[in-house]
């Protein structure tokens, strides 16, 4: 099993930037993906990044260039450091470890406001 801690979130103006970290309880190094998702209030669960164990990372349209997915192995922690922020990022951002089940973490919400 796999618990997961998001942490980072808070209230940001647009075009700034936050950070949100993932913590596992365990290595993550053998854990197939692990990934970010967000769910704005009315609207379904999307996912925003997602990083493999080797390394390679996929991205909603709507955060290419603005969003980087990462891992640190050592830390057991996943990253996703988001740039140029926009108040249609406004949500709760979860994160996500998939291996034989997936596992979830109970969020940290993102607030993308004047």
């Known amino acids: 099993q796999v618990q997961l801690v998001e942490s980072g979130g808070g209230l940001v103006q647009p075009g700034g930037s936050l950070r949100l970290s993932c913590a596992a309880s365990?290595?993550?190094?053998?854990?197939?993906?692990m990934g970010w998702y967000r769910q704005a209030p009315g609207k379904e669960r999307e996912r925003v990044a997602l990083?493999?164990?080797?390394?390679?990372?996929t991205y909603a349209d709507s955060v290419k260039g603005r969003f980087t997915i990462s891992r640190d192995n050592a830390k057991n922690t996943v990253y996703l450091q988001m740039n140029n922020l926009e108040p249609e990022d406004t949500a709760v951002y979860y994160c996500?470890?998939?291996?034989?089940?997936?596992?979830w973490g109970k969020g940290t919400p993102v607030t993308v406001s004047s």
């Open positions: 996500n470890a998939r291996t034989r089940v997936d596992y």
């Open positions: 365990r290595s993550i190094s053998s854990i197939n993906a």
């Open positions: 990083i493999l164990s080797l390394g390679t990372t």
